[in-house]
């Protein structure tokens, strides 16, 4: 029989990691580290996350999930799909800046593809359990059209955003959001405002309220960030 997962030793895992990813860097730590800090032999550590992507996976993943239980109560848009993902990625945005440690795991394990696939994969699941019954009851073309659209929103901010870390553009955040967006409602063939939107998303998602994710998030985790 193999090893039983052990919940909470999971869960030590990654906030020892990030206490380490804090301290010196995301790049810069190993899977012996974090296994000796939790004082368990590596073989252990590799039972629960086989590669040090895993805990920056389960990291971000975990966020993004905090993030819209976050907005969920707080946020009523009529279309989930359309408007969350504006709202859900100046939070999330915004958190991983004001902490810079969340911003530091996301861009060092963006850089692999095969992570950004499985980060995608995730959010979309996530995006529909927020939808719920609503986005069901759409007609399947149109959720079919959703699915394409919010991939694309995704995968473009990571690809924006990997090119701002490597110096071939100098875009704001708010730019990289307006441009993935833009592209997103061309593609749905909708007419919106996307600048007016953004704005709009600045008075809902604000410094204060991304502060109390940030508290939110650390507290329900057990996360020093």
């Known amino acids: 029989m193999g090893r039983k997962y052990n919940e909470e030793q999971r869960r030590e895992i990654v906030r ?13 730590v190993t899977t012996r580290q974090i296994a000796d800090a939790c004082s368990m032999n590596r073989s252990l550590l590799y039972h629960y996350y086989p590669q040090k992507e895993d805990i920056g996976t389960t990291i971000v993943c975990t966020t993004m999930d905090c993030g819209i239980q976050f907005l969920k109560p707080r946020i009523s848009i009529t279309y989930p799909e359309l408007g969350f993902s504006l709202y859900f990625h100046r939070l999330i945005f915004g958190a991983m800046e004001k902490t ?46 959703v699915n394409i659209g919010i991939y694309t929103i995704i995968g473009t901010i990571n690809q924006l955003f990997q090119c701002r870390r490597y110096g071939l553009i100098d875009l704001s955040n708010d730019d990289i959001i307006i441009f993935a ?29 991304i502060s ?4 939110d998030l650390a507290a329900k985790n057990g996360w020093n960030i």
Request: net charge negative; glycine share 4%.
């Open 16 to 28: 020892t990691a990030i206490v380490l990813f804090k301290k010196d860097g995301y790049s810069a």
């Open 181 to 209: 967006l833009k592209n997103y409602f061309l593609y749905m063939d909708e007419m919106f405002d996307v600048s007016k939107m953004v704005e709009h998303s600045k008075t809902m998602i604000t410094d204060a309220l």
């Open 212 to 215: 109390e994710f940030i508290n």
């Open 100 to 145: 810079g440690i969340l911003e530091n795991i996301y861009m060092e394990i963006c850089s692999e593809p095969n992570v950004v696939i499985n980060i995608i994969q995730h959010l979309m699941k996530s995006y529909r359990e927020v939808a719920g019954t609503q986005f069901l009851s759409y007609n399947s073309e149109y959720v079919k059209k």
